[in-house]
């Protein structure tokens, strides 16, 4: 164990970090290594994720299209955790993705890169914190639905219950901030014990399991489209369920030795995740019971239905499908504390409209008080759409994973830009990679992260009406245009990004050699 003048010296010498690139730390670095994993795995915790959207996957495509798409997307997920930790590495900042954009991309567009950026970044964040919100709402509604079937859930129950959801996860971010490090040590623990419990619990139960050819071979269609059309929107369950691995990233400026720890922790979530994930997905494909019946379940959540199909008691469903409740809310926390901070970094290089107000940090806790607000305001208006439309969960789904691909993609495609433009810089941190697997990492990623985000706009169901429609592009072409707006208005004068140190960037403790200001005093002055 360091002694605590090692860790003065450490963390000292981030903050140093933190100040060459142009802001002052004002965050607490409370979070170790297995904290930060915590953290991060309670948010991708892809097991549950994936059983939160599992009608998804069982409408298009079924279980062959969830194992076989899951394997897939793991393996180029690990292309794009392995670049972003790469960058991450190298500059440790709360911004992440929208910093790093700024960072590595030519000065003629870095600006506004980065502004669009951020604000992918915001709306991905944002809007998985309200399908997390829901995927609780759902399992809490889908238990009451079980034990007395008479009941009948409507959109407005699912809206009001997420609702409660993400207001006691902003008071978790509010008044438990002291103990946040702690807390996702305990989910971690929690998570994976409630894994091994579920696992165990339907096998062992399930006396009429599938045949291997149903979980590996035989293709389900419930959508109303063609096989390869239903096989493209299937992706988006396993597309989901692997999200949300930039978490550590966001909160680099409360982690200790983050150059080192922060990377670390985005790719083991991944793997956790993958395994965890593919492990669950068998386990639950072999226990599925009438596919039908799972499919049209009057719970809403198939998963609840394959509980008691294996079970066969309404008790043991319900304390299997509680498990998921108390790591969604896990989730809730994680999420809404990593999109708070991403509207603090984003306000803090103004933004955002109002920003000298989002970005302050309450003095005593060093919290983002304003931001933390924000973000569950944000989440609710998110849940709210579910009240207009039937898909409105599908639709919420797909914006949060468009969201968050696309401000992956960005910092993947800049430095492919920078590369072939001739400005590409060399990163040296301490997960730099050799550039010719980095480049073709970055190309991998980048092209799987592109084609998911046309399909997350698909519609999911066909005949296609006014009330079962995806409304994700239009959703965020009203976010676009809310951000083009801000941007002639005030960011094009105002938004910044990091200064950058040159050398000695990735050493926290190096002394100064050389720095390149690329956003406080240049380029703003020729806009």
């Not at 149903?214 to 063609?226: A, H, L, S, W, Y």
């Not at 550590?248 to 990377?263: L, W, Y």
Request: charged letters at 10%.
């Amino acid at each position: 164990m360091a002694d605590p003048e090692t860790k003065a010296i450490s963390t000292d010498a981030e903050d140093t970090t933190l100040e060459h690139m142009g802001y002052q730390p004002e965050l607490k670095r409370s979070f170790g290594l297995m904290g930060m994993i915590g953290f991060s795995f309670s948010i991708v915790t892809c097991w549950s994720a994936l059983g939160g959207v599992l009608v998804t996957g069982v409408n298009a495509g079924g279980p062959p299209v969830m194992i076989w798409g899951w394997l897939g997307i793991c393996c180029v997920a690990l292309c794009v955790a392995y670049s972003m930790a790469e960058m991450c590495s190298e500059y440790p900042v709360a911004g992440g993705q929208y910093s790093w954009v700024f960072i590595l991309a030519p000065k003629s567009i870095r600006r506004q890169f980065s502004y669009l950026t951020g604000w992918f970044m915001i709306i991905g964040l944002l809007a998985v914190g309200a399908t997390n919100s829901f995927i609780c709402a759902n399992f809490i509604l889908g238990q009451a639905n079980l034990v007395n079937p008479s009941y009948v859930i409507e959109r407005w129950h699912t809206v009001l219950v997420a609702w409660a959801v993400t207001l006691f996860a902003a008071f978790m971010n509010l008044w438990g901030s002291r103990v946040l490090d702690k807390l996702s040590k305990g989910f971690l623990v929690f998570n994976i014990v409630a894994f091994i419990v579920t696992i165990t619990t339907i096998l062992a139960c399930n006396k009429n399991k599938q045949s291997p050819s149903f979980v590996f071979k035989e293709f389900q269609n419930f959508t109303g489209f063609g096989t390869s059309m239903a096989g493209i929107i299937g992706i988006l369950q396993p597309g989901f369920g692997m999200c949300c691995y930039d978490a550590p990233a966001h909160m680099t400026e409360e982690i200790k030795d983050a150059s080192k720890q922060a990377p670390r922790a985005i790719v083991l979530s991944v793997y956790l995740g993958a395994i965890t994930g593919f492990i669950f997905l068998i386990s639950v494909c072999f226990c599925i019971g009438n596919i039908d019946e799972v499919a049209s379940t009057s719970t809403l959540v198939p998963l609840i239905q394959i509980y008691f199909d294996s079970t066969q008691s309404n008790i043991g469903s319900c304390f299997l499908a509680s498990l998921m409740v108390v790591i969604d809310i896990g989730a809730a926390n994680g999420l809404l504390a990593e999109g708070a901070r991403s509207l603090y970094a984003f306000a803090r290089d103004e933004g955002l409209p109002f920003s000298s107000f989002i970005r302050r940090v309450e003095p005593k806790h060093h919290m983002p008080v304003v931001a933390i607000a924000l973000g569950a305001l944000i989440q609710m208006a998110f849940c709210s759409i579910y009240f207009g439309t039937v898909t409105g969960f599908n639709t919420i789904i797909a914006i949060g994973t468009e969201g968050f691909y696309l401000s992956y993609a960005m910092p993947l495609l800049v430095r492919l830009i920078s590369y072939f433009s001739g400005t590409h810089r060399q990163l040296t941190g301490p997960w730099a990679m050799r550039p010719a697997v980095s480049l073709t990492l970055n190309a991998i990623g980048l092209t799987y992260l592109l084609f998911a985000c046309i399909t997350f706009n698909f519609p999911s169901v066909y005949p296609v009406t006014s009330e079962n429609m995806n409304y994700t592009s239009a959703a965020v072409g009203v976010i676009m245009f809310i951000a083009t707006l801000t941007w002639f208005t005030t960011a094009k004068k105002q938004f910044s990004g990091p200064e950058i140190h040159i050398e000695g960037m990735a050493d926290a403790g190096a002394h100064a050699v050389e720095f390149e200001q690329v956003g406080r005093n240049e380029e703003k002055s020729a806009l």
